[in-house]
């Protein structure tokens, strides 16, 4: 009886934790909204798509909401509820520049 208690016991403590945790869409095929669904919401938003593609089930955005700041949205794919909206930073992009003198990135001579 206390092993029942004990195994119950940790699923019961375990369950909420592993739920929390997965942001995965598990929603079959069939029962998925068309992408065009997808790009109307955005549209509806003042969001700007770059790319719609599938991520772990879910339908995600890559784009710019209409402030013009770049953003990537997680969507349910069956009932298009936006599950998440992540703001990337501009400067990632920017810190691709190296340390070469700046005649050397534009070409210019140093003479």
């Known amino acids: 009886m206390?092993?029942?208690?004990?195994?119950?016991?940790?699923?019961?403590?375990l369950?909420?934790?592993?739920?929390m945790a997965d942001e995965d869409c598990?929603?079959?095929?069939?029962?998925w909204q068309p992408r065009d669904a997808v790009a109307r919401l955005a549209e509806e938003n003042g969001w700007t798509v770059r790319r719609i593609k599938i991520d772990d089930g879910c339908y995600e955005i890559d784009g710019r909401d209409a402030a013009g700041r770049r953003i990537e949205v997680t969507i349910q794919p069956a009932t298009l509820?936006?599950?998440?909206?992540?703001y990337?930073?501009?400067?990632?992009?920017?810190?691709?520049?190296?340390?070469?003198?700046?005649?050397?990135?534009?070409?210019g001579d140093n003479d």
């Open 81 to 86: 509820d936006v599950i998440e909206v992540e």
């Open 15 to 19: 369950a909420p934790g592993t739920a």
């Open 2 to 13: 206390k092993t029942i208690l004990t195994i119950l016991g940790f699923v019961v403590l």
């Open 88 to 107: 990337e930073d501009e400067d990632e992009d920017e810190s691709e520049d190296d340390d070469r003198p700046r005649s050397d990135r534009t070409g």
């Open 26 to 31: 598990f929603v079959p095929m069939a029962d």
